[in-house]
């Protein structure tokens, strides 16, 4: 149950994600959006890395098409700051929701039994 919980916010923000790409026709981000929290099923640390790097992208992302599309309201002279602050929220949910990804503990070498080697 904790962990359906954990992965909740990474599944939600992989769907507004992938939804902006399918607006704009970008089948290919669509299909990496959506690939995304299925690599929560891999138990490795790469793994869950990549995921939060995905998230910190999508964040990225979201800040972008904020610029773009509060720039074009600016220039039309229409109200933008509802816009932003919209916009402004989602970026920062997908970047939290990055925090939410447990990251596996390095596995740690096994131990020969050996002393180190002094050197001479």
Same mark, same amino acid.
């Not at 026709?25 to 299925?38: D, I, N, T, Y």
């Given at each position: 149950?904790?962990?359906?919980?954990? %992965?909740?916010?990474? /599944?939600?923000? *992989?769907?507004?994600?992938? #939804?902006?790409?399918?607006?704009?026709?970008?089948?290919?981000?669509?299909?990496?959006?959506? %690939?995304?929290?299925?690599?929560?099923?891999?138990?490795?640390?790469?793994? %869950?890395?990549?995921?939060?790097?995905?998230? /910190?992208?999508? !964040?990225? +992302?979201? /800040?972008? &098409?904020?610029?773009?599309? !509060?720039?074009?309201?600016?220039? !039309?002279?229409?109200?933008?700051?509802?816009?932003?602050?919209?916009?402004?929220?989602? #970026? /920062?949910? &997908?970047?939290?929701? %990055?925090?939410?990804?447990?990251?596996?503990? #390095? *596995?740690?070498?096994? #131990?020969?039994?050996?002393?180190? +080697?002094?050197?001479?």
């Amino acid at each position: 149950m904790k962990s359906v919980l954990r %992965a909740l916010p990474v /599944v939600l923000s *992989a769907l507004v994600l992938a #939804a902006h790409f399918y607006r704009s026709r970008s089948l290919a981000l669509v299909a990496l959006s959506l %690939a995304l929290p299925l690599l929560l099923l891999v138990k490795e640390r790469w793994s %869950a890395r990549v995921v939060q790097a995905g998230l /910190v992208l999508g !964040a990225l +992302e979201w /800040v972008r &098409t904020l610029a773009f599309f !509060a720039g074009q309201r600016m220039e !039309a002279g229409r109200p933008w700051a509802r816009l932003a602050v919209i916009l402004g929220v989602v #970026a /920062v949910l &997908t970047a939290l929701s %990055a925090l939410a990804v447990k990251v596996p503990r #390095a *596995a740690v070498p096994p #131990a020969t039994g050996r002393e180190p +080697e002094a050197a001479s």
